[in-house]
């Protein structure tokens, strides 16, 4: 079955540089969530998207952005690039609540592994 | 606010014995937890989940994990433990009506010995 896909896998930049990272969720899936993971850390909440929308904004700084195209691919955007934000960046996919209630699986993609020199 | 306390962020256990990691939650509305396994520089994989159905609930490589709400607690457990169940093991908290997002523990690695 066909799974989240991240890309790049690893990215290495330097220090006020910008990153792109993209994510492609499973078929069908039309909520995406970013989530960052700093080295021996929790994955923390980022963002997450639905039908192009923003639906809910955790602790995303705010030299990132991020949006969802119409295909429901995400990109997360990253600036100013500092030592801080090297961290393994997952992106998870769903399908959207049916009830405010609910819950839907998230399916979590490979991350991608951003290293800031 | 929604949160989960893992108790014990290293584990060590002897192959063939009892695996117990520990979480407890904090949730003012009922929760739906979560269990997620990440081997080194690898993704999330969903071991569990419990969505206020059945309070003992069986996920995959042999571990399940039983809800109780007078202890607030939500601990994975698996009776004989095997050297590929080394890695680190994440409780997670979603909040009803919290938009689907997940609250991750700080992680439990654990540790299987000969």
């Known amino acids: 079955a066909a799974g989240v896909i991240q890309s790049p896998r690893h990215l290495i930049k330097e220090k006020r540089e910008t990153a792109t990272l993209k994510c492609y969720p499973i078929p069908r899936h039309d909520t995406v969530y970013w989530y960052q993971q700093g080295p021996g850390q929790d994955p923390q909440f980022l963002i997450s998207?639905?039908?192009?929308?923003?639906?809910d904004k955790g602790s995303i700084p705010d030299r990132f952005s991020a949006q969802q195209f119409s295909d429901y691919h995400s990109e997360l955007n990253m600036s100013s690039l500092e030592l801080g934000d090297s961290a393994l960046y997952f992106c998870?996919?769903?399908?959207?609540?049916?009830?405010?209630?609910?819950?839907?699986?998230?399916?979590f993609g490979p991350g991608t592994r951003l290293t800031v020199l | 606010a929604q949160s989960v306390t893992q108790l014990g962020s290293h584990v060590s256990v002897s192959e063939g014995a009892l695996v117990l990691l520990r979480c407890n939650y904090s949730?003012?509305?009922?929760?739906?937890l979560f269990w997620y396994v990440q081997y080194p520089n690898q993704g999330l994989q969903l071991l569990l989940k419990?969505?206020?159905?059945?309070?003992l609930v069986k996920g995959i490589n042999g571990f399940e994990a039983e809800f109780k709400k007078s202890e607030t607690s939500f601990h994975l457990t698996k009776p004989s433990a095997h050297m590929s169940d080394a890695a680190e093991y994440f409780c997670?908290?979603?909040?009803?009506?919290?938009?689907?997002?997940?609250?991750f523990g700080t992680g439990t690695q654990l540790k299987v010995e000969l």
């Open positions: 949730s003012s509305v009922p929760p739906y």
């Open positions: 998207f639905y039908e192009k929308m923003q639906s």
């Open positions: 997670a908290v979603s909040l009803t009506g919290g938009g689907n997002k997940l609250t």
């Open positions: 419990y969505t206020s159905a059945a309070t």
């Open positions: 998870a996919s769903s399908l959207a609540l049916e009830r405010e209630d609910s819950y839907n699986e998230q399916f």
